[in-house]
């Protein structure tokens, strides 16, 4: 198994992975958990997280948060020693770190309750409309993180995000984009509702070029 000793992600969880969880969920197995900042959010709201992480750093901060905080690397699938069926499954921005996700998808299958378990993902946009004109200028330039993070193995569109869900054993129930319209100056003196009506509505007819990142809700098939 290949771990890493001293990588430590942090955010503010992922709001829009989030606001898919069901109310009436209660177990929650979040694969790739970080430094446990979606669990943090869930646990604060009386749900039951048990986190994955390749990163041991990561793992010792998730523990706060998590039932169980597991050591692991997904490139073998989920650890073979998860008990249990859970409600929903977390894959917020993981999915592109994965060289072939097959593997993962389907044990991922294996560990939602039958009839009503639920799989919530988020995949970063590489054709978001920064990265087409940087494409097309001959930039392609990893980063620390963001979209461009040298730890990706793979990218996706809207479509094909979809596509890999699909031919792995699941239906998407919902799909959807969250991002940005190019409003430059004009967003400062615009009224902040209108600024956000824009982007939702950009994103809703132009998830490919607007999206920052691309959010699926499935079920298993």
């Not at 929903?88 to 999915?95: D, I, K, Q, R």
């Not at 620390?144 to 998407?172: I, Q």
Request: glycine share 8%; with cysteine.
């Amino acid at each position: 198994m290949t771990v890493l000793s001293n990588r430590l992600y942090r955010n503010a969880g992922n709001s829009s992975v989030l606001s898919q969880v069901p109310d009436s969920a209660h177990t929650i197995l979040d694969i790739g958990c970080g430094a446990g900042d979606n669990a943090r959010a869930l646990a604060e709201h009386g749900k039951v997280v048990d986190g994955v992480s390749i990163s041991a750093s990561e793992i010792e901060v998730a523990k706060m948060w998590c039932r169980s905080a597991i050591l692991y690397d997904l490139e073998q699938g989920l650890p073979p020693h998860i008990n249990g069926l859970y409600d929903v499954c977390l894959c917020s921005h993981v999915l592109e770190h994965i060289t072939e996700p097959s593997e993962l998808l389907r044990d991922i299958r294996s560990v939602l309750k039958r009839n009503s378990g639920m799989l919530i993902v988020a995949l970063p946009n590489i054709m978001h409309y920064r990265f087409r004109l940087r494409l097309l200028l001959g930039r392609f330039e990893y980063t620390s993180d963001g979209v461009m993070d040298n730890t990706h193995y793979r990218w996706y569109t809207f479509a094909s995000g979809k596509r890999l869900l699909e031919t792995n054993g699941f239906v998407v129930r919902r799909a959807f984009s969250e991002g940005s319209f190019p409003l430059w100056k004009l967003r400062k003196v615009l009224p902040g509702a209108v600024g956000r009506a824009l982007d939702e509505m950009a994103c809703r007819y132009r998830p490919g070029l607007f999206g920052l990142q691309h959010i699926y809700v499935a079920t298993p098939s």
